[in-house]
């Protein structure tokens, strides 16, 4: 697990990340690069800009949403007035006239962009964290960008209903159908699809030991005695600060 923030890695040949708690990842694909999202400050727009071109020698020509949270949209009206095309999921809206950093490309279930010399591939896969969750396929370098769909040991939801809790299991389960070598959460370091496996394993164990435990009176810290951290996931990013104990709250509220 590599978390040095603010700092530029190259994940595979034309995919870079400036990693950070909002993570910004582009690719080169030949005639321009291609961000996807566009953070929570928008100061940071030429910061993305020059990172782009030191790294690939393009310039910013598309932007793809994975969804419409404020932390990954502040830089799209800088760069929609650049004429930067901005690219999302239908839910997410479509264009406006001022094309003040709305989508003016949108989809329904997949979307494929092709550059000179490479192409990206998104598809939906909505209805856990928001409604407008898209993953974004690099194929030549078997990368692919999760969105917030993995937030390093937290529960991805909002609400713990069993349609959600359904859904993100399928969700993540065909994020793992991918052939990716290496993810790109929209928080914090890169993973692997080891990670997924393991913390779909952890989800089902808080399913199965925390509402029987709720349900007989204890409280979350009685809880968490019973059920600490699990020290193979320990050295996740910011899992043990709160991570797991907000799981244990979000599972026990609901039992």
């Known amino acids: 697990m590599r978390f040095e923030e603010n700092k ?9 990340i400036r990693n950070a708690v909002d993570n910004a990842a582009w690719a080169d694909l030949g005639d321009g690069a291609v961000e996807i999202d566009a953070l929570e400050d928008p100061k940071l ?31 799209n009206p800088t760069w929609a007035a650049k004429g930067v095309t901005v690219i999302a999921h239908q839910s997410c809206g ?37 409604p407008w969750d898209t993953v974004v396929y690099f194929p030549w370098a078997k990368v692919l960008h999760i969105a917030d ?22 969700v993540l389960n065909r994020v793992l159908e991918y052939d ?9 370091p890169v993973l692997t699809p080891a990670e997924i496996r393991r913390w779909l394993t952890y989800f089902d164990e808080l399913l199965v030991r925390v509402p029987p435990l709720a349900r007989a009176g204890k409280t979350v810290d009685q809880i968490e005695k019973e059920f600490p951290p699990p020290t193979d996931m320990a050295n996740w990013w910011r899992f043990i600060d709160w991570k797991h104990r907000r799981n244990l709250e979000m599972v026990a509220a609901a039992a």
């Open 8 to 16: 530029v890695l190259e994940l595979a040949d034309g995919v870079y």
């Open 45 to 75: 727009a030429p910061v993305i800009e020059s990172a782009i071109r030191d790294t690939t020698g393009k310039r910013l020509k598309w932007l793809i949403n994975t969804h419409w949270h404020p932390d990954h949209i502040a830089c």
């Open 94 to 130: 479509g264009p406006t006239p001022e094309h003040t950093g709305e989508p003016n490309v949108t989809f329904g279930d997949r979307y494929t962009l092709e550059g000179a010399d490479r192409r990206v591939e998104c598809e939906w896969l909505g209805g856990t964290h928001t």
């Open 149 to 170: 769909l993995f937030g390093w040991g937290m529960i991805p939801l909002a609400q713990m209903e069993p349609a959600k809790v359904t859904r993100l299991k399928e």
């Open 180 to 188: 990716a070598h290496t993810l790109i959460p929209g928080h914090g």
